[in-house]
Structure formats: C-alpha cells, structure tokens
C-alpha cells in the first residue's frame, strides 16, 4: 500500500522537475520548486523515514526525487549548498559508490544545489525505475571554494553508524504516536481503460486473472431515450457484460461520451475537422480515466486511442501497462497518406481528403514512447501487429479475428445481371476509392457503394455505381467485396463477406493477411487490383 503511495507521490512530484533549466550560479531548491505536497494537489500517504521509523505520512516518498538529484549533482560537481541525510536506513540496503543520501521535511529541511553553468533536469518514471538525468554543456569538476580546486566528496556515514529503521508495517509499537494501523482495505489492482468495443478484445479481457476496474463510456442501454432516437451515441457498446464473467467493477463516463459523441456527429461531414474531432473526444476520455485512475491502480490496460494523452498527462510512469492496439501510429499513417497523395489516380478532391489525417507533433511522440513502454501489445490486426514487432521488439499478442455467423442466406443473380462488387467503405481517398474507380473502369459489374457519398462528381464516371448501407442485403447479393484501401484497422465488413462465403480484395492495410477466402494487392496499384478484379468477375460470370 505504501509503495503504491509513493509511486503516486513520485508521478506528481516528477511534473514539477522534468525539464527544467537552471542558469549557471542559481540555487535549485526541492521546495521552492515543488512547492508544499498537500492532499489538495493529488499526494497520498507513501512511506516516509522520521526519527528513525517508516511511517505512513502525506506524500511521503518524494525523497527518491532529493537522493536521486543529490547523487547526480555531485556525479557531475555541483555544489550542494544545504543537503541533510536521513535518520536511519532500510534494512539490507548499504551505500552504493558515491550515492548520496539527501532527505527533505515541508518547509525547512531542504536540498539546494548551485553550479557554475547552466544546466536542464530531466525526471521519467518507468515502470519499475526513477531515471534522473543531469545536462548541461560542461560538467564543473572544480570547485573554487576548497584549497585543491575539487568538489569535496559529501561524506558517506557509516553503516553501522546508523540505525537500521523500523516500520508501522512491522514493528509491534503500538502505541507510538506515530504508529499508523495497516489498512486493510486496499490492494493492487489493475485498470482496464477502455473505448471502441471489439470481439476480439472482449474474448481477451475474459480471460484475464485478478481484480480489475473497468473504465468505460456509457452503453446504449443506459442512456435515456431522447439520445438514442437522434443517434447521438453508441460507443461502448458490449464493454458492461465484462462484469458479469470476470472480477471487474465497471465505473462509465456519462457526461463525457455525451460530449464526444456530440462532437462527433456535429463534424461528421467536415473533411477538414472530422479526424481533429475524433482526437478531440480522446482527449476528453483520458482526461477523466486518468482522474479516476487510484495509487492502487498498479497495472493497466489501455486502448490505444487514450494512450498518448494519458502519457502526456503522466499517469503511466511507475505502472505496467498493457495495450490495445487497433492501428498504426499516428505518424506512420500520416506518412502513408502523404505517399498515396502523389498518386496520378488522385485527383485534386482526393488529394485534399487524404490531409484530413493529421495530429500533433507532440502527441504522435507520446504515442511512440508510450508504446515503447508497454509490457504488451495486443492485436488483431496482422499489420499493425508486425509493425511493432519489427519497429520496436515490442512483445506482441496476435488474436485471431472473431468471424461473425453467416445468417443472410444467398439470392442468385439473375442471368442478364451484371454482377456486384461491393465497396463496403465511404468513397474516400484513404479507402482506395479512387483506384478502384480506375481498375473497375471498362469491366461489365455494377458497382454498390455501402459508405457516404463522394463529394467529387467525377469519381465514379464510366462506372454502373449504384449506393446502399450496411443494413441493406449486399451480404446476399455480392460476388465480390473489394476494399483496397491505404488505411483500414477495423474490416468488419471483409469478415461478414468471409463468413457468407464472399471472396474479398484486399489490401495488406485491411490487416486480414493469410485468411482463406482474401486475395490481396499492394496498395495503390490499379494494374493489381484491376487484374484481381477481372478474375473474380470471370469466375462469377
């Protein structure tokens, strides 16, 4: 419990250090930059050495912080100016090298350092780490106020000088007015942060061990009437029968799906703004999963669209974390829609689709560092599995995808109907709407749009193009289901195809490599695709 405490107390404290510059000849100190750690900033109770005892006390265990800059500082030959050591030690643990024993005490018992060039401070967590780091252009190995021109070394007090300490966890003082019983109440437990439901995830989540909170959006179930008969929301769909099969406590977000779920439909047709949008409603989830996230909350598991923003607002360090993973990372998908910009099939319209994908600088590098500190990926994605096994070494999970049950029998095509390929996507750039206007150009089949409309008029000419939904009978009446897209992380379509029998054109982005039934293409490539097309038309005909 106390350790959890302090890991919380280390994240909170470690926002206040991490990047900060320090001209050359100012004082650092601990407390005037952090400033007093009180319940109303976040601190919890972690363990805390005083006169000679672990005690469990407010924010305790921010002094990993002071020993820590303390050794650094004189590793590189600053000069501490005011340094006090602690009463007592942890039992078993001896001084290491020059390791510098430094503790702090509100407001007076304090750490200050001074050195004659400018340096930057640096503070991670990892999972299982405090990583502090010292820059600067030059280290000051002398020292002008000591006759040998050299830092003097802080003394190391003896061993067994110094008291080995003993704890409110397991001395048998009771009454010591300090003594603090053991809560029994608490205990580690994992936080499953969660959004966009999958099969595939869910079957997962079952089969994990232990005790878990759920952190979702509301379900469809829970909302009042008014909101489902506009369509308002249907995100967390699926997620509340967790409950039911493992040991989870399902906490939801009311207000905040409300909120993006608003936003989403206010911008669902703005090419401009609708991906901004979708980064928008993230955001706002995080923001209140990593409000509800408690010290106890030692393991996670986190959907990827939440993981960047949780890095940035520093939940991550000092918890393992697991992470579902649905896509590529932001930054990989800008550059391949950037690469399939300078296609000639692209016209001006498609091109201008393609940069509505776009994040910040920033956000795409927290999402790149989050995941390089994720214990493990899970997918079912094939792509996006193989890419952070190759990029990164990460250890990843591949699920099988959850196929859905054929239940739309077959209506036979009449003998003078053209058969029907279906594009089971909106006609946009990034879904290869654009060369499969120009392989399907000049070939006798009829083309069902399940998608949204194309803004540009000219993109479907010399095609017999006809539109539909997904709650219409494509299932039944398709020859074949082509998706030839450049980024695609969720092929639900594809697989109810697979499952009623349909062939499917693919490409490699639909991430379904090596499923029975799928031919794939190279994105981008109309020779491929306009070949592949040809031979399943023969074969309907």
């Not at 003594?179 to 989540?205: C, K, N, V, Y």
């Not at 016209?347 to 509505?356: C, N, P, R, W, Y």
């Not at 994720?374 to 990460?394: D, F, N």
Request: glycine share 8%; charged share 20%; hydrophobic share 45%.
């Amino acid at each position: 419990m106390l350790t959890a405490g302090k890991v919380h107390n280390l994240r909170i404290a470690a926002k206040a250090f991490d990047g900060l510059v320090v001209p050359a000849g100012e004082r650092l100190s601990f407390w005037r930059q952090l400033g007093r750690p009180t319940a109303a900033r976040g601190y919890v109770r972690g363990r805390e050495v005083r006169a000679g005892c672990v005690v469990p006390t407010l924010a305790g265990g921010i002094c990993q912080i002071s020993n820590a800059l303390a050794t650094c500082a004189v590793r590189a030959g600053f000069e501490l100016v005011e340094r006090h050591a602690h009463s007592a030690r942890i039992e078993s643990t001896a001084e290491e090298g020059d390791r510098v024993d430094a503790t702090v005490f509100w407001n007076y018992v304090d750490l200050q350092i001074r050195a004659p060039v400018a340096w930057r401070l640096e503070l991670k967590l990892t999972s299982d780490e405090l990583v502090l780091t010292i820059r600067a252009q030059d280290v000051a190995r002398r020292h002008p106020g000591t006759d040998s021109g050299l830092l003097p070394r802080i003394p190391r007090q003896a061993t067994e000088s110094v008291q080995v300490m003993r704890s409110c966890m397991s001395c048998e003082e009771v009454r010591c007015f300090r003594h603090q019983p053991l809560s029994r109440g608490s205990q580690a437990r994992s936080a499953w942060l969660l959004d966009g439901w999958t099969q595939e995830f869910h079957d997962w989540l079952n089969t994990q061990d232990g005790v878990a909170d759920c952190l979702l959006p509301v379900t469809t179930q829970q909302l009042p009437g008014w909101f489902l008969r506009r369509g308002l929301i249907d995100d967390g769909k699926g997620w509340g029968s967790l409950a039911s099969v493992v040991n989870a406590h399902v906490i939801q977000f009311g207000w905040a799906s409300l909120r993006r779920a608003w936003w989403l439909r206010r911008h669902a047709r703005d090419s401009g703004r609708r991906q901004a949008s979708v980064l928008d409603g993230q955001r706002w989830l995080a923001e209140v999963c990593a409000r509800r996230l408690r010290p106890e909350h030692t393991h996670l598991v986190i959907d990827q669209g939440l993981l960047p923003y949780l890095q940035q607002l520093g939940v991550l360090g000092g918890r393992t974390y697991d992470v579902l993973a649905h896509a590529l990372p932001m930054d990989e998908i800008q550059r391949r829609l950037d690469q399939a910009a300078g296609s000639r099939v692209m016209g001006k319209h498609g091109d201008a689709t393609l940069k509505d994908f776009r994040a910040a600088t920033d956000l795409m590098r927290a999402e790149i560092e989050a995941m390089q500190g994720a214990r493990k990926v899970v997918t079912a994605h094939v792509e996006v599995a193989g890419y952070w096994r190759q990029r990164s070494g990460l250890d990843v999970r591949q699920l099988p995808w959850a196929m859905p049950a054929a239940t739309i029998p077959r209506v036979p095509r009449a003998m003078d109907a053209m058969p029907l390929v279906v594009f089971p996507a909106s006609a946009l750039a990034r879904k290869g709407a654009y060369e499969l206007a120009e392989a399907l150009r000049g070939l006798p089949c009829r083309l069902r749009v399940l998608g949204s409309v194309s803004a540009d008029t000219a993109l479907w000419q010399g095609v017999a193009v006809e539109y539909g939904n997904y709650a219409d009978d494509w299932l039944a009446r398709a020859d074949a289901v082509v998706l030839p897209a450049h980024v695609e992380h969720s092929p639900r379509a594809l697989l109810a195809a697979l499952a009623a029998g349909i062939p499917v054109i693919a490409t490699p982005a639909c991430g379904m490599q090596d499923m029975a039934g799928v031919r794939l293409v190279p994105a981008g490539e109309v020779g491929a695709l306009r070949a592949a097309l040809q031979t399943l038309l023969d074969r309907a005909r």
